[in-house]
């Protein structure tokens, strides 16, 4: 059991994705049972996915951990852990589970998260990024500290995943950059430290209310940035680009968030889907050219068929153009993973 609803001693949120639950272990395990702040836990999951994360954790550190459930009371020295398919948020005192668009790629993600504590707790708000891979967490490390919170991000050197760790350092800077062996002790010091408050970001609350799904938000459609001539790759919408500080981010208008790392991702995909499509549509229309032409004998046609038969070897050299683009880029994405 929890020792009570909203401690007061603040709050620590946890970011992972690639090589996470083996990084989440190492920190719970050396947390100390009478942590008075709760800690609540982002992994990247898979849609549909039913995880086993609670168990995994209640067992390697010294209290409960749970999937959390919408309005449930905080408890200092619990685990509450974000379920498949859904961002988890905080208010003060009570957690938010709910069904907002994707934010890098990912429901649930971090960004969210952090954003929601930095608002609710401010500078009583403790951050921690693990191994993953991309820019998920960045955003929300910056914001943690933006309001007198401190960030703490593991070394990505030892990481099995350092690209997550990496961009949350270049985004932010943040105070402490440790082995996985300090990080649950640097937490438990860190929750009974008095900060100096910071100011909220000015768009903080509007991309909480993106992440709720808030009607009133969409319509409104004063998404944070300046418009700009790309296409959301989740729905097509305009985005819109913020600088923030040194980094860009990417939002549209239905809500759905980019990293410049995710986007450049999303981007790539987009393209092979584009790619994969026009060569099906080229294919069957080579195919159904030939079976035209086929069909056509005799004079009075033969000028039909000819046309037929130029539009399937037409058909045919843009499929196999379309087909030596797809191999580049292919080798383009094996060689930037290598």
Same mark, same amino acid.
């Given at each position: ?263 450049? @991702?999303?981007?790539?995909? /987009?393209?092979?889907?584009? =790619?994969?499509?026009?060569? &099906?549509? %080229? #294919? *069957?229309? $080579? ?28 058909? @045919?050299?843009?499929?196999? /153009?379309?087909?030596?683009? =797809?191999?580049?880029?292919? &080798?383009? %994405? #094996? *060689?930037? $993973?290598?």
């Amino acid at each position: 059991m929890g020792r009570s609803p909203d401690t007061g001693r603040g709050i620590v949120v946890v970011g992972a994705s690639a090589g996470g639950v083996e990084a989440l272990q190492g920190v719970v395990a050396n947390l100390p049972a009478d942590l008075p702040a709760p800690l609540c836990v982002v992994l990247h999951l898979p849609t549909g996915f039913t995880s086993g994360l609670p168990e995994i954790l209640a067992r390697a550190g010294p209290f409960p951990a749970r999937h959390a459930r919408d309005g449930e009371p905080l408890e200092g020295g619990v685990v509450y852990v974000a379920s498949s398919d859904r961002h988890l948020l905080v208010e003060h005192g009570r957690l938010r589970v709910v069904r907002g668009p994707r934010e890098n790629r990912h429901r649930p993600a971090i960004d969210p998260l952090f954003r929601s504590a930095a608002l609710a707790y401010g500078s009583s708000t403790v951050g921690v990024i693990l191994s993953g891979s991309l820019d998920d967490g960045a955003a929300g490390l910056r914001a943690v500290t933006a309001v007198g919170g401190v960030g703490i991000v593991q070394d990505p050197g030892e990481a099995p995943f350092g690209d997550m760790p990496r961009n949350a350092i270049r985004a932010d800077a943040p105070r402490h950059v440790l082995p996985l062996e300090e990080i649950g002790p640097m937490i438990a010091r860190l929750v009974h430290e008095e900060r100096e408050a910071g100011a909220p970001m000015d768009e903080m609350e509007a991309e909480i209310r993106y992440a709720e799904l808030d009607l009133a938000t969409v319509k409104e459609g004063e998404v944070p940035g300046s418009a700009i001539p790309l296409s959301c790759p989740e729905c097509g919408g305009t985005l819109w680009e913020l600088q923030d500080g040194d980094a860009l981010r990417y939002r549209c208008r239905v809500g759905h968030a980019f990293g410049p790392f995710s986007l450049d @991702e999303a981007q790539e995909d /987009a393209l092979e889907a584009a =790619l994969w499509a026009a060569m &099906r549509a %080229l #294919e *069957e229309r $080579a195919a159904l050219s030939k079976s035209l032409a086929s069909r056509l004998e005799g004079d009075a046609l033969d000028r039909q068929r000819r046309r037929f038969e130029q539009r399937a070897h037409e058909a @045919e050299q843009h499929a196999g /153009a379309n087909r030596d683009v =797809l191999l580049s880029v292919s &080798r383009s %994405l #094996e *060689e930037a $993973a290598s």
